[in-house]
């Protein structure tokens, strides 16, 4: 069975920076993806970055592109989301997400989910 187990997460002010882990147990997929997807209240989930395991690809949304990176230590199973000139709107509940196969933008095709991290961003 698959778990994500995510750490990192809090408060901060506009500009600052944050960093989310998150480790990875129990996958046997030959080609797996793991990314992050947030939440903010009263808005529906939204992919925020994914990465293909095995190639280490990133992809990003528009929203985050040049402000954030993912990236991962193979060698610890971890995920990371690097945030850097955090916005207000950048406020949700971030949540480590995978999935067997190809990666995809579509926060329902993936299986597996951590319980989730929040990040506040104050202005």
């Known amino acids: 069975q698959v778990q994500l187990v995510e750490s990192g997460g809090g408060s901060v002010q506009a500009g600052g920076s944050l960093r989310l882990s998150c480790a990875a147990s129990?996958?046997?997929?030959?080609?797996?993806?793991m990314g992050w997807f947030r939440q903010a209240p009263g808005k529906e989930r939204e992919w925020v970055a994914v990465l293909p395991i095995h190639t280490g690809t990133t992809y990003y949304a528009d929203s985050v592109k040049g402000r954030f990176t993912i990236s991962q230590d193979k060698a610890k199973n971890t995920l990371f989301l690097q945030m850097s000139s955090l916005k207000p709107e950048d406020t949700a509940m971030y949540y480590c997400?995978?999935?067997?196969?190809?990666?995809?933008?579509?926060?329902?095709?993936?299986?597996?989910w951590g319980q989730g991290t929040q990040v506040t961003v104050s202005s």
């Open positions: 129990g996958y046997t997929y030959s080609s797996f993806c």
């Open positions: 997400a995978a999935r067997g196969g190809y990666c995809t933008t579509n926060y329902n095709q993936y299986n597996y």
